[in-house]
């Protein structure tokens, strides 16, 4: 068994806009002996917390979520993960917990050579130097980026959420922004950019790009998205929403988005589909959108990631102040537009 405290000096993080891949390459990436997968999102990052209290407030609201079908694992995960931060005095001690005790309770992997943990928390592209800081040893990261068409599409079909178009472009568009600047700051050896359409249709091709980059040998078993359902005790709650790796859904967006959405995406994130080399299918006109809260959603956005920037559990009372009054601002308008609608 491989001591936790050697796997924990490296770390891979996978990133990205919601439904741009990341689950299916985690998926893919979790056959291979080498890697230990986290078995969902930690979120660990995600919402501003000011003390151990709040930490573990917001850790049992997601264990709950997570282990919606087997809330016994999720209670003993949860008991565990406290007798672990007890002794713990920082936020990296906090955050390694999590695995620790996913490693040595729930992991029925072949532990003899285990190398590196993997995580996939889409938004902690947020967090990203944070992270950084915690790892002594190699520090990756998979940037995946998607279609933003298709991004908005597999959106508005989970759960028939209703997403804001202005909200989501805004989104999208500060996450593209934070990649060019990661791109520019990380080293070539941290940071690997990879295509979502690139990985359904020549997956092999693209799988052993990523191997090369996290400094692993490829193993044709990656090509099956399992999860290795044997290897493990905890029933994963996202596999539900996991389709394996098909190309059917590559240009799927075009059956259900409207002109006016296509539209509306094309002219709101021109720069960022150009970048990424996308085609503009539709004319680019002026069109006309929600300024207050595609705005505020960007300022909203920013907030999130400059406040990472602080030190460590600090308060970061305004930061939560305006977060909240944005929230607020994009709800009551949200509610208008739908009404009127």
């Known amino acids: 068994m491989t001591p936790f405290k050697e796997i924990s000096k490296n770390a891979v993080f996978i990133v990205g806009c919601p439904r741009s891949g990341t689950t299916m390459t985690i998926s893919l990436l979790d056959g291979h002996p080498e890697l230990l997968v ?22 049992t609201r997601r264990f709950r979520y997570s282990f919606e079908k087997n809330s016994e694992t999720g209670n003993n995960i949860l008991a565990l993960y406290m007798s672990y931060i007890n002794n ?5 001690d906090y955050f390694l917990a999590l695995y620790e005790v996913f490693y040595r309770h729930f992991d029925k992997s072949d532990k003899s050579n285990k190398k590196m943990l993997v995580e996939k928390t889409p ?23 998607r279609d933003p068409r298709a ?15 202005e909200s989501f472009c805004a989104h999208y568009f500060f996450i593209d922004f934070l990649s ?10 941290v940071w690997i950019k990879i295509k979502y359409e690139d990985m359904v249709v020549q997956s092999e091709k693209e799988l052993m790009k990523i191997c090369r980059h996290i400094g692993i040998k490829f193993n044709p ?28 859904r590559i240009n799927n967006y075009k059956k259900f988005l409207s002109t006016d959405d296509i539209s509306s995406i094309e002219f709101l994130l021109y720069k960022s ?17 929600n300024k207050i809260i595609y705005y505020s959603m ?7 990631f400059f406040s990472n920037l602080l030190p460590p559990l600090s308060s970061n009372l305004y930061y939560r102040f305006f977060l909240g009054q944005l929230s607020f601002i994009k709800l009551k308008l949200g509610k208008f537009i739908f009404h009127n609608n």
């Open 38 to 59: 986290y078995p969902h999102e930690t979120f660990f990052l995600q919402r501003p917390w000011r003390n151990k209290k709040e930490l573990i407030d917001i850790l």
């Open 88 to 92: 713990g005095n920082n936020l990296k």
């Open 123 to 145: 938004e902690h592209i947020y967090v990203l130097p944070l992270l950084k800081s915690f790892f002594s040893g190699n520090f990756k990261v998979i940037y995946l980026y």
């Open 151 to 165: 991004v908005y599409n597999s959106l508005k079909k989970i759960e028939n959420r209703k997403y804001l178009l």
């Open 180 to 189: 060019n600047i990661y791109e520019f700051f990380f080293s070539k050896s």
């Open 221 to 248: 078993c990656l090509l099956e998205t399992s999860f290795n359902n044997q290897s493990y005790s905890i029933e994963y709650y996202y596999l539900k929403h996991n389709k394996g790796v098909t190309d059917e």
């Open 273 to 289: 589909m150009k970048r990424n080399s996308y085609p503009i299918t539709m004319p680019k006109l002026k069109k006309s959108f």
């Open 298 to 304: 960007i300022v909203k956005n920013c907030l999130r």
